[in-house]
């Protein structure tokens, strides 16, 4: 249940935001609730690059991409035979 508090909040942001239609207010939320994931997914993906990686194409689990770099450091070496 949201406090009268929150709820006299939400009515100015939507004013002056012009949010008149409940699809304008999802829109805005979901915003809020997603962007910060995507930043997240990003930053992650971004350490994979040190390994030479795509964490969401060579595998999505962490055991999967252990197992990569895995494989990485045991050819490490091997290339002048």
């Given at each position: 249940m949201i406090s009268q508090v929150?709820?006299?909040k939400?009515?100015?942001h939507c004013k002056k935001n012009n949010i008149?239609?409940?699809r304008n207010l999802l829109a805005?939320?979901?915003n809020l609730d997603v962007r910060p994931m995507?930043?997240?997914c990003f930053?992650?993906?971004?350490?994979?690059?040190?390994?030479k990686i795509?964490?969401?194409k060579d595998g999505f689990s962490l055991p999967s991409l252990a197992e990569v770099i895995?494989?990485?450091?045991?050819?490490?070496?091997?290339d002048k035979y």
């Open positions: 929150d709820f006299n939400l009515m100015k008149v239609l409940i805005w939320y979901n995507l930043e997240v930053k992650q993906k971004e350490f994979y690059y040190e390994f795509d964490m969401y895995l494989y990485q450091f045991s050819i490490r070496g091997f």
